[in-house]
């Protein structure tokens, strides 16, 4: 069985809509077991048997919602003491208004959130070019989903962009079964002689 | 088998004597086989049967050197237009002479290559701080090595970062001998439907 | 004269001493009034006469404190849809542990402030490898003092690091000087037409 | 008199064009001379003078063109050591295809670019979004004009782009006549006690 979670901040239910079609592409996936929750509600213990997290967030100025930074701050960062979640898989996306039609900032609010996973120790899955509906707000970090009007209201999460981000989920979960449970796992980030190079 | 390949540019040498400690490190992996290559001379054939790939630059004004640059631009963006190293593994290590005691702009310029990487749909190994020697210039995008003295007159590379450049190379040929041959990382990018889901 | 607020979040009280410094230096360029306040304590209106705003935030995770991240989100939010700062002036600084020897994701925090400041419409301070103790935790986006020891425990801030933190408060009330009252920073971010050029 | 050079590379000539609109914008701000030239052309001597840098690129696999990493290294690097424009003023802008609809990895490139430029020691402007024509391709940190179609072959540059790239220029312009000539600019990056806190 290969634990997927995935963690968002959201807005005006954009986000959280978005989190839902992540988690079915995830579950898609052979043994998948997926939850999904609310930034401000998750507990160290939430992450213990995780294989792989999934961070997503509305762009806020350029980074991730606040709450996706205190989750950061104050979840991961305990972990991150402890490398509890070292050689686990790891994956972002975003949503925004796409103000001014070169992004909004998402790169940077995305990257935020990769830097963290990394810093965890986290191997990071990409959202390849390749994966269908790509033009649909893919972006190399992670799927990027534009929720408001040229004119900044917000409308309904456009139906096209679904299918990416349960691609997106599905290859987080693909990255998950190949690592979750390897003995090269558990060696990842520790010496070479005490794993004898496996 | 698991195929590494390393590319760097240097300067004066001390990045090339990096390469050599990450492929040795990659070399202690069971049944890896590890090449190292200056950017200038890699043509695409040299990686159509990498497993992975590993980037490592002098950094220059905050981003790499601009012979890593081209390489990214002529040799890795013909083969990011086939899609030809989607699913592989990716890592990038850096050095320099760390002007200002704050990282001399280390991080961007990883994240340049890292960005690259992500790009091509390569899934990256970060360096956990639980890895052997992390103190010696670990970043969580990779080790960043100081070869330069405070005058900024070039230096030997310092033996105690060694150990930490062997680890990092160890750790993305585990990721490698993971995902190496799977059916996962073949279906990796793709629709569900034309993978059941795998 | 010229008004410079300096807003930051602290954990240990390190990035609040900093913050003091910071001031100082602006403080002794000509006409300069300089405040400065806890992240969770400015309200927007704070914010109407600066002509500069310097943001300042231990290293958390490789970005910013959540309550740095929570003002840029609610209190800069509601000013850059009004278009109020633009023209002004930003810059950073940070503090950190250091762990790992290559800056501990400090650079990638200043970029998130940078970001914001830069999204404002401000104009951006650099720090000079020029300016004097630029040895001393220098980064160009701003400066970085370490404030923890190897094993992680909090300790003084270092006096070395003080002339640093004063220079970079010159340096951006120095440019503030430049900017405020100027018929050009009304101008920005203007048509051409409307202005006549100016 | 207030100099601007504007230093771009290009791969089908639409940077090029792109470079000519910022270059009619900066021409609009009084008592401005404006240049612009390749990056493969320019010499370290070209920047003497200039008060104000403007650096375009196309966006390639997520950071600058090669020629502008080897200008950067090349012409920028010499010219840091000796802190030659420190003080001057600096801009970005960035072209591309937009593959993915977020941005296509466009603001990783301009960041690259603006790296360097702060490292010199300049001051950066951004480019508010009260700016006319933002919503033409408008970033925080430049100008992103997409120039390719769908399918990515290349097409004209698109004509509503043009008074957005003039109005960055003239912003650019702008800052640089506030600050060009200025005692506090000659100051700038040096002590508090050589100066008298100018």
């Given at each position: 069985?290969v ?83 070292v ?23 995305m ?12 191997i ?10 790509f ?64």
């Open positions: 069985m634990q997927v979670l995935i963690v968002y901040a959201s807005d005006h239910g954009h986000t959280q809509q978005a989190a839902v079609a992540v988690a079915e592409g995830a579950e898609s996936a052979p043994n998948a077991s997926v939850r999904h929750c609310g930034a401000d509600r998750v507990e160290p213990g939430d992450l213990s048997d995780a294989d792989a997290l999934i961070l997503g967030t509305p762009v806020h100025m350029g980074s991730p919602h606040w709450e996706i930074k205190r989750f950061i701050d104050e979840v991961l960062g305990g972990l991150w003491v402890q490398d509890r979640l050689g686990r898989v790891g994956g972002v996306f975003a949503t925004g208004g796409g103000l001014g039609g070169a992004g909004g900032g998402c790169e940077l609010a990257l935020t959130m990769v830097s963290a996973l990394v810093e965890m120790g986290m990071l899955t990409p959202l390849p070019k390749s994966t269908p509906s033009q649909q707000g893919g972006l190399h970090w992670g799927p990027y989903v534009r929720c408001g009007s040229a004119a900044g209201r917000a409308i309904e999460l456009p139906a096209p962009s679904l299918p990416l981000l349960r691609s997106h989920g599905l290859n987080v979960a693909r990255v998950a079964s190949l690592t979750a449970g390897q003995p090269a796992r558990s060696a990842f980030g520790t010496s070479l002689s005490s794993t004898n190079g496996v």
